[in-house]
Each structure stands twice: as structure tokens, then as C-alpha cells.
């Protein structure tokens, strides 16, 4: 059974910073592009970074290019997304994929695309 599971949210002034991780059992996640999803209240999900499966390659939302950051341990079946500079309409719930895929790396942003999700982790930026 293939679990994933956030962790490191939290409230957070504007400005600061705050590292998720997500860790993968059940299967290794070496070979799977993984990714961060985030819900804001009253929103649909939307894409926020996604890393090939060795983390050479790296994609992201325009939103975020340049404050956020998606790294990968393989080694220890983990994925982080370090935020820094946080703003308010950052405010969400945080989810990490992987892609049950052994194709190509093909940057994919679609949730539809990812078969495994974690339960979210919770942030919150005020002003």
C-alpha cells in the first residue's frame, strides 16, 4: 500500500519561510516524478512544482518561480518544498503526488496525471 504523508505546515507571518516534507512508503520513489499541489479556500487545486525523478529537472508555477523550491531525498523516499518569502494568497492546503509513470519525464502538471496523494498539510501566511 503506497502512502504518502506531509508535514511541516504551519501559520507563518508574510516574509518567512517554511520547508514541507512528504515522505513515500510502500514503494520506492526513486523512478516517480513527484509534486506539490495546493488547495486555497474556495479554489481548486492547482500545480505548484513538480521534479523529474532524479531532480535534475525541476517546473514550477508561475506564482512561485523564484521563492519556492521542490527537492527530493531519494534515499530516504522523501520530497520537500522549501517557501521562502511567503505572502497571504499562499495560504492553503499543501499536497505532495508522485506519478506512477516509467515513461519520460514529461513535466507533467495535471492532477489527473498523479496516481498517489498525501492528506495535505496545512499553511497559513498572515499579513
Known amino acids: 500500500q503506497v502512502q504518502l504523508v506531509e508535514s511541516g505546515g504551519r501559520l507563518v507571518q508574510a516574509g518567512e519561510s517554511l520547508r514541507l516534507s512528504c515522505v513515500v512508503s510502500?514503494?520506492?520513489?526513486?523512478?516517480?516524478?513527484m509534486a506539490w499541489f495546493r488547495q486555497a479556500p474556495g479554489k481548486e487545486r492547482e500545480f505548484v512544482a513538480t521534479s523529474s525523478p532524479t531532480g535534475a529537472s525541476k517546473d514550477y508555477t508561475d506564482p512561485v518561480k523564484g521563492r519556492f523550491t521542490i527537492a527530493r531525498e531519494n534515499a530516504k523516499n522523501m520530497v520537500y518544498l522549501q517557501m521562502n518569502s511567503l505572502k497571504p494568497e499562499d495560504t492553503a492546503i499543501y499536497y505532495c503526488?508522485?506519478?506512477?509513470?516509467?515513461?519520460?519525464?514529461?513535466?507533467?502538471?495535471?492532477?489527473?496525471?498523479?496516481?498517489?496523494w498525501g492528506q495535505g498539510a496545512q499553511v497559513t501566511v498572515s499579513s
Open positions: 510502500g514503494r520506492s520513489s526513486s523512478r516517480a516524478a
Open positions: 503526488a508522485l506519478r506512477d509513470y516509467s515513461g519520460r519525464y514529461d513535466h507533467e502538471r495535471s492532477e489527473d496525471a498523479y496516481k498517489y
